[in-house]
């Protein structure tokens, strides 16, 4: 953190009115001061990312960092393996990964412009989501699909490839799919 708040250090990051891991930073700062207890944290670390530091996505400050325009850009473990950057990692109370900590996440909230107004963002845990409507043409092919992905070949394939999935679906809704009353996925 106080590296990350020094003058001479180039910090980049994401708009947080066009990508999510823009808003999510904001939101992080938040978390960051309240888990380390902090007082203007947040503010300091948003001062140390100025606008000029500012992409309109994450493939852009990759590039800034990578090229050594900046020193560090603030974005998902994700990118960083993908790139070969090096990486710390957050703790489970501030990183929105653990669903587990919905309500705290929740604690946080920034407002971004978006187009011609501006909303409010809560923090929430990171997943990733799929659907097959009720209504759907090919629901049999979705339920294909949503098996495959599942599939433990394809959970480790994926992990490989630096996406991270839970150990276990969360289901929400009704009447779900065969492969997760099955267990696929566990």
């Known amino acids: ?16 009115g066009i990508a999510p891991v823009g808003y999510r930073t904001l939101i992080m700062f938040q978390l960051a001061q309240r888990f380390y207890r902090r007082a203007g944290l947040a503010q300091a670390l948003l001062a140390n990312a100025p606008e000029r530091n500012v992409r309109p ?35 489970r109370e501030i990183d929105l990964g653990d669903p587990a900590l919905a309500t705290e996440y929740a604690m946080a909230h920034v407002r971004v412009r978006r187009a011609d107004s501006v909303v409010t963002i ?18 049999a092919a979705g339920e294909r699909l949503m098996g495959h992905l599942l599939s433990p070949a394809t959970v480790r394939t994926l992990r490989t490839e630096h996406v991270d999935m839970l150990d276990h679906p969360i289901v929400a809704g009704s009447n779900p799919p065969a492969e997760l009353r099955n267990g696929a996925g566990g």
């Open 1 to 16: 953190m106080d590296v990350l708040g020094r003058p001479d250090v180039q910090v980049g990051r994401t708009d947080p």
């Open 57 to 91: 996505d994450a493939a852009q400050t990759a590039a800034l960092l990578a090229a050594g325009e900046l020193d560090y850009i603030y974005d998902y473990q994700s990118v960083a393996e993908s790139n070969g950057f090096h990486f710390i990692a957050l703790p």
């Open 122 to 139: 809560a923090g929430q845990p990171i997943a990733y989501g799929l659907s097959i409507p009720e209504a759907a043409r090919h629901a």
